[in-house]
């Protein structure tokens, strides 16, 4: 004690200041280290949190745009099965209504090919008999003689053959 006594220390003092400095220390340690430990943990621990949160809507994010992505092509796909099978529906309705239009030609076509037979018959047949009557009257003038039903008949079909 001598010696700090020589140096110019005063060991009351230093032991005082001692105890005080304990004393500063437990009052500090108690009412402002801890608190402010315990606030830069909670700090810490919430920004811990916001970065996991982060990352875990990041990760969201990239599963919603894959998903995205995923029903974006499956839209395309079955916009592009709709077109194709509207096309397809068109290509069978125009085949069907080309079939049809040939259907109805080709029905015109021989009801008109009958018509013209059958107008063809009828003035054939009408030739016939005004053929068979002018035959018949000539006869008639050339043989001055009025003949039968059955000889007239007769004189018309061999002069029609």
């Known amino acids: 004690m001598e010696a700090l006594a020589n140096l110019g220390i005063d060991w ?19 009412f402002a280290y801890r608190p402010m430990l315990d606030f830069l943990e909670q700090r810490s621990d919430r920004i ?37 099978a509207a096309e397809a529906s068109a290509k069978k309705r125009d085949a069907e209504r080309l079939i049809e239009t040939e259907a109805a030609t080709k029905r015109f076509t021989e009801e008109a090919r009958v018509k013209i037979e059958e107008e063809k018959q009828k003035a054939l047949t009408e030739a016939k008999q005004e053929i068979a009557q002018v035959v018949t009257a000539s006869v008639e003038k050339i043989l001055k003689e009025t003949v039968d039903a059955a000889k007239d008949q007769d004189i018309i079909k061999k002069s029609l053959h």
């Open 12 to 30: 009351k003092l230093l032991t005082a200041q001692a105890v005080n400095f304990l004393i500063l220390l437990f009052v500090l340690r108690r």
């Open 48 to 84: 811990e949190q916001g970065l996991k949160d982060a990352e875990a809507a990041q990760v969201k994010l990239a599963q919603m745009e894959e998903r995205e992505k995923a029903t974006l092509a499956a839209a395309r796909s079955e916009a592009r099965s709709i077109v194709e």
